[in-house]
Structures are given as C-alpha cells and as structure tokens.
Nanobody, 125 residues
Framework: QVQLVESGGGLVQAGGSLRLSCAASGRTFSSYAMGWFRQAPGKEREFVAAIIWSDSTTYYTDSVKGRFTISRDAAKDTLYLQMNSLKPEDTAVYYC??????????????????WGQGTQVTVSS
C-alpha cells in the first residue's frame, strides 16, 4: 500500500547532526500519521517521533525532545527527522513507518501498517 525508503544515515561524532529522510510512494493519501522508530542491538524497537499528516501535530519520546525534529513535506510525500546534539546512545537503525488509521496509540509499533527498510545511524564518542 505505502512504500517507504529511508536515507541519510551514517557515522557522526557526538554533538553532531544528521537529517534522515523517508520517501513515500503508493497510497500515501491513506496515511493518518507517520513516525520514526529506532532499534539498537539487543533492544526492542523504540518510538522516537510521530507526526499527524494532515496538520503536522508532532509527538516525541522524552529522550529526544529538544534535540530531534520531525517534519513532513506533503508535496514531496517525504518525512524528515532532523537530529541535533547526537549522543552515542542514539546509535541504532532508524525506521520510518506509516499509519493508515488510528488503532491504538502512536508510540505503539502495532499502530503502523507499513515500514521502511531502515537506515543505520552511528554516533561515536
């Protein structure tokens, strides 16, 4: 239904910045919200941020508030995650996800219906 492709990951020193992008194609008109999750080795997939597609209302997990910004460009069907002041604990594979309709809550991975392939972010100290 919705195909998602992440890009922009890489290796960065602590304190640096990266911007992740997620290009969407397919039935993007059906998206209620989109989100970013991350998964570090040995850990469960963790909610990072989400945005309501229609009005750009945003939500963040506490650990990234003030450092990360989620945004979207509806004309380009693209989702972004601007990551500043990166810390080694931000190291993870970052995934974007699309939510067709409200089912549970935005921080729950089960809320989302489509997932990208992930992009690696590594923050060195």
């Amino acid at each position: 239904q919705v195909q998602l492709v992440e890009s922009g990951g890489g290796l960065v020193q602590a304190g640096g910045s990266l911007r992740l992008s997620c290009a969407a194609s397919g039935r993007t008109f059906s998206s209620y919200a989109m989100g970013w999750f991350r998964q570090a080795p040995g850990k469960e997939r963790e909610f990072v941020a989400a945005i309501i597609w229609s009005d750009s209302t945003t939500y963040y997990t506490d650990s990234v508030k003030g450092r990360f910004t989620i945004s979207r460009d509806a004309a380009k069907d693209t989702l972004y995650l601007q990551m500043n002041s990166l810390k080694p604990e931000d190291t993870a594979v970052y995934y974007c996800a699309a939510d067709r309709d409200w089912k549970y809550y935005l921080a729950n991975p089960q809320e989302y219906d489509s997932w990208g392939q992930g992009t690696q972010v590594t923050v060195s100290s």
